[in-house]
C-alpha cells in the first residue's frame, strides 16, 4: 500500500470551500485514490474515488495533477456539520466493498461559526 | 438509502465476561466485515467475511474472537472473556461486492470492559 500523508487537522469557517490535500509519493500505476469520511460516533462513510483528473459528487471534489503524487480534496462552502474526519487512502484494486480498508489517522476538520 | 444497523449502540460488560455485537448488513450485500476503534486511534480492520466463512483476518482477531451469520440477516461479533484493552467502538461494514461500490459501515457499538 503506497503511504499517505496528509495534515493532522484543519480550521475553517462556515461558507468557505476547504482544500485537504493527501500526498502519495510512492502511488503505484494501477492504484486508486479513495477519501472516508468520519463524523464523531458514527461509522466512517465513502465520499468520493478517482484515478486521476478530476473528479466531482454532490458532496465533495477530488482533483489529482498528472503525476498522481498527491490529491486534494475539496470541499464547497462548508456548515459546521462537515465537522469530522477525513482519510485518504491509496490502494489497488480501488477500494471496493470485497475488500478490507486500512485506514490511516486522517484529518480532523473543525469548522467554525 | 438502505443502512447497516448496529446494536446494541453501547455494551457495558465485566471484565472476563462474554459479550455478543449484533449487526444487520444491507440485505442484498455478500461481504461483511468487522473493524474497530479505540478511543483516539485509528479504524482498525479486524475480520472479513463472505460465502458463509472468514476470507481474511487481522492479528488482532485471535482465538477470543468469532464471527456468525446465523440466520441470512444477521452478522454477529463474538468476544469471549474481554479484557479491559477491548473497550472500543466496533463497527460492522458490509458491501455488495461489485466493483467500485464502497462499503456501508453502521455507526458502531461503544463496548465498555470494567
Known amino acids: 500500500l503506497a503511504k499517505t500523508t496528509q495534515p493532522i487537522s484543519m480550521d475553517s469557517y462556515e461558507g468557505q470551500e476547504v482544500n485537504i490535500t493527501c500526498s502519495h509519493n510512492?502511488?503505484?500505476?494501477?492504484?486508486?485514490i479513495t477519501w472516508y469520511q468520519q463524523f464523531p460516533s458514527q461509522g466512517p462513510r465513502f465520499i468520493i474515488q478517482?484515478?486521476?483528473t478530476k473528479v466531482t459528487n454532490e458532496v465533495a471534489s477530488l482533483f489529482i495533477p498528472a503525476d498522481r503524487k498527491s490529491s486534494t480534496l475539496s470541499l464547497p462552502r462548508v456548515s459546521l456539520s462537515d465537522t469530522a474526519v477525513y482519510y485518504c487512502?491509496?490502494?489497488?484494486?480501488?477500494?471496493?466493498?470485497?475488500?478490507?480498508?486500512?485506514f490511516g489517522s486522517g484529518t480532523r476538520l473543525s469548522i467554525r461559526p | 438509502e438502505p443502512e447497516v444497523t448496529q446494536t446494541p449502540s453501547h455494551q457495558v460488560t465485566q471484565m472476563g465476561q462474554e459479550v455478543i455485537l449484533r449487526c444487520v448488513p444491507i440485505?442484498?450485500?455478500?461481504?461483511f466485515y468487522w473493524y474497530r476503534q479505540i478511543l483516539g486511534q485509528k479504524v482498525e480492520f479486524l475480520v472479513s467475511?463472505?460465502?458463509?466463512?472468514?476470507?481474511?483476518k487481522s492479528e488482532i482477531f485471535d482465538d477470543q474472537f468469532s464471527v456468525e451469520r446465523p440466520d441470512g440477516s444477521n452478522f454477529t461479533l463474538k468476544i469471549r472473556s474481554t479484557k479491559l484493552e477491548d473497550s472500543a467502538m466496533y463497527f460492522c461494514?458490509?458491501?455488495?461486492?461489485?466493483?467500485?461500490?464502497?462499503?456501508?459501515f453502521g455507526d458502531g457499538t461503544r463496548l465498555s470492559i470494567l
Open positions: 461494514a458490509s458491501g455488495a461486492g461489485t466493483s467500485n461500490q464502497p462499503q456501508h
Open positions: 510512492n502511488i503505484a500505476t494501477n492504484d486508486y
Open positions: 478517482g484515478y486521476k
Open positions: 487512502l491509496v490502494a489497488d484494486p480501488p477500494y471496493s466493498s470485497a475488500s478490507k480498508i486500512i
Open positions: 440485505s442484498n450485500h455478500l461481504y
Open positions: 467475511f463472505y460465502n458463509n466463512e472468514i476470507s481474511e
